[in-house]
Structures are given as C-alpha cells and as structure tokens.
C-alpha cells in the first residue's frame, strides 16, 4: 500500500515538474533579474486564482459545449479592499476591458481584474459585484450603499470554445476570486487563457517579473497576460525569427481543415492580448499610464503588432501608498521622481516579453470543438533554431 501512495505521489511531482517547466528552464535567454515566482505575484500582496472549464468533445453544439473557457482573477491586495493607484492602455481597441472609464476619473482601481472570454464578460462583471457584495469589498458611501465598475477584460476564444452558449457562471467567478493566492502561478490553457491560440500555437496565461536593483529602489514589476494574438510568422523569441523557421510545421486544423502556413498562410492578426501589470513602486496614475504605454514595446519583441481585428487593451496599479483611498479625508502618498522612472520602464518591457514567451511554452495542444485542433509549441524545436541563431 506504502508502495502504490509513493508510486501515486512520485506520479503527481512528476506531472507538477512538467507543468512547471518555463521558457527559463529550457535556456531561453531573458535580460534582467526575475522575482522568486517570476510571476505577478511577487509584487507583495498580489494574488490570482483561476478556473478551468473543460467539458466535452466533438461537433459543436449550441449551450451544451464542447467547453474550453474560464475565468482568471487578480486581486491587487488579496480580499484587503484598499483601492490602488491604477491606469490603463489602449494599443489597438477591438475588444472589451470594463471600469476603465471611472479609473480615467479617479486614478483608482477599486475592484478586482477579471478575465474571460468575448461572451462571458457580462455573467463575470455581474458576478465580480456579487462577490464584493458578499466580502463587503468596498467602501459604502452612506450606511450599506455603495457602488463600483468590476475590471473585466476579455479575449475570443470561439476556435475551442461554445463561445455563444456562455458557459462562465457566477460560481466559476466566485471560485476564481476565493481561491486566489500568492505565489506560483500556473500558465497555459487555464484560467481565461483556457481556449486561447497565440501565433497560431496554444497560448493563454502568462506570467513574468523584474526586479530592479538596489540603486534603483529595489522595486519589483509583474506582469500577467491573456495571450491569444498573432500570426506565425511575427512569432520572434529572444530576437530571432522562430516563427517563419516554424512556418511549415504543424500545421491548425479548423472543422477539419488545415490552416498551418504549410497549406494556406493566414497574415492578419485578428486575436487580441490582455496584459495586467502591478508594481510595489510608489506611482500616481499619469506614472502608471507612462508604463502602460511602454507594455506594447514588450509585446512587439515577440512580434505582434497591434492589427485591426486584435483587441490590446493594458492595465497598470501601483501596491504602495496604503490608505491613499479615502472617500472623506485628506491623504499623504509618497511618489517617485519622473527622473527615475526609466527602470521601471525597462522592467515592464522585459516582463511583458517574457510572460507571452511563458505562456507559448506552457501551452499544450488543444481540440475544441468540431475537432479544431491547435498545436502546442514545439519547444525542442524552439530551442535548437535560437542554438542556430546563437542565442542559446
């Protein structure tokens, strides 16, 4: 019996060592200097929980499935409501980030990210305001009156996933928010990122880290992506141009036909990238904006370029200044001088780079419905053209 738990148990790491194994790991070379997760969640008090949703297979049929979707939570102080400095960022608008409107008023984010697919933004916003209902997550403008915007974001999953028969319920969103935790996060096809593609190959959650150094206060910049954009041939990893050396190789398969650039190249972008970064820097909201704006210099380093049909929406917070957040007094915040900012800008390049790249290395392949099958990335392949290109 001892034999069989320890058998069952070295099965379990084993499998957990898989799913944990990161572009790093394989020598993909990244410039500066990560957190101990190099997550998001190394900016302290930031925790993500995430739900996966996977049911059924074979041809699609309308609000029974199959099912490849989620919900992926990030809560800028744990369940602690104390509203963050926050900005956002907008590279190419075709798609859908909610509550960004009254973060432009007010400079504060005061709700937790979400983020789903195209057609469970609605089910997701409305759940997220249940929840903080429930956890009384807010502060009330008189007695138990309040209000407040959730932070939804999304990107279309409709290659895997019954997109239309919305599939998230209240309870997904729920489990989400209840389970987020620090530490490690997992990557790939979960969460939100469930059914997500990314240059053509499965793509979905990301995460990544910087920290600076000492000389430059210190301060850590994490970052984590909904990744599900691009076209093959931008694909780029560490300079080099993987995806046109990838161009012929495994071929997608859509309702049965192949899409690979083998058979029928496919050259405009219509997928779309979400990117949440926090930072422990001490940043007001036209700061947070400044590196908002510098997120799609990250995401060009692995290729994409912010086409008409992709939706790259951005959005930034700031873990310092506790208490900044008053509705009736007066608050005293610390900031940093716009002449030191430049680390943090280089620190939110090199993260955003990385989370996209982590998220392409996590990723398995996937079949969704009516068979549409997409391929993880090949990452010996990977690895042996940037040792062609020697990167490695």
């Known amino acids: 019996m001892i034999r069989i738990v320890y058998i069952i148990l070295l099965l379990f790491t084993t499998q957990l060592f898989a799913q944990t194994k990161r572009a790093r790991d394989f020598g993909v070379p990244f410039d500066g200097n990560t957190g101990a997760f190099n997550a998001i969640t190394d900016v302290p008090g930031v925790t993500v929980g995430q739900t996966t949703i996977i049911k059924g297979d074979g041809p699609l049929i309308k609000g029974e499935g199959p099912v490849r979707t989620g919900v992926t939570a990030i809560l800028p102080r744990g369940q602690e409501f104390d509203p963050v400095y926050a900005s956002w960022y907008t590279l190419n608008g075709n798609g859908d980030m909610t509550g960004t409107h009254w973060i432009t008023e007010s400079g504060f984010l005061e709700t937790p990210i979400l983020i789903t697919n195209t057609g469970s933004v609605g089910v997701v916003r409305d759940a997220a305001w249940q929840w903080m209902d429930r956890h009384h997550y807010y502060t009330p403008f008189f007695k138990d009156y309040w209000y407040a915007y959730p932070v939804v974001a999304e990107t279309y999953d409709g290659v895997f996933n019954d997109i239309n028969g919305q599939h998230?319920?209240?309870?997904?969103?729920?489990?989400?928010?209840?389970?987020?935790?620090?530490?490690?996060?997992?990557?790939?096809?979960?969460?939100?990122?469930?059914?997500?593609?990314?240059?053509?190959?499965?793509?979905?959650?990301?995460?990544?880290?910087?920290?600076l150094d000492k000389d430059r206060g210190g301060y850590t910049v994490g970052v984590l992506v909904q990744a599900n954009h691009g076209v093959r041939n931008q694909l780029t990893i560490a300079g080099v141009p993987?995806?046109?050396?990838?161009?012929?190789?495994?071929?997608?398969?859509i309702e049965g036909q192949p899409m690979g650039m083998a058979t029928t190249p496919r050259q405009e972008e219509t997928g779309s990238i979400i990117v949440v970064l926090a930072t422990d820097a001490p940043l007001?909201?036209?700061?947070?904006?400044?590196?908002?704006?510098?997120?799609?210099?990250?995401?060009?380093?692995?290729?994409?370029?912010?086409?008409?049909?992709?939706?790259?929406?951005?959005?930034?917070?700031?873990?310092?200044?506790?208490?900044?957040?008053?509705?009736?007094?007066?608050?005293?915040?610390?900031?940093?001088?716009?002449?030191?900012?430049?680390?943090?800008?280089?620190?939110?390049?090199?993260?955003?780079?990385?989370?996209?790249?982590?998220?392409?290395?996590?990723?398995?392949?996937?079949?969704?419905?009516?068979?549409?099958?997409?391929?993880?990335?090949?990452?010996?392949?990977?690895?042996?053209?940037?040792?062609?290109?020697?990167?490695?």
């Open 242 to 253: 993987v995806g046109k050396e990838l161009a012929d190789t495994l071929p997608y398969i």
């Open 284 to 392: 007001l909201p036209g700061q947070l904006k400044r590196l908002a704006q510098r997120i799609p210099l990250g995401l060009t380093r692995t290729g994409g370029i912010g086409g008409n049909g992709s939706g790259d929406i951005f959005i930034t917070f700031s873990t310092a200044n506790k208490k900044a957040f008053s509705n009736t007094q007066n608050t005293e915040v610390t900031t940093l001088s716009n002449d030191q900012i430049n680390g943090l800008f280089v620190a939110t390049i090199q993260a955003t780079e990385e989370a996209i790249i982590n998220a392409l290395f996590a990723g398995k392949t996937m079949t969704g419905i009516n068979g549409n099958t997409v391929h993880g990335l090949p990452r010996e392949a990977v690895i042996r053209i940037l040792k062609k290109y020697h990167r490695m």
């Open 168 to 211: 998230v319920t209240k309870e997904d969103v729920f489990k989400a928010l209840d389970s987020a935790r620090t530490g490690k996060v997992q990557e790939g096809g979960v969460g939100g990122g469930t059914g997500m593609m990314c240059y053509n190959f499965k793509g979905g959650i990301g995460t990544a880290s910087r920290v």
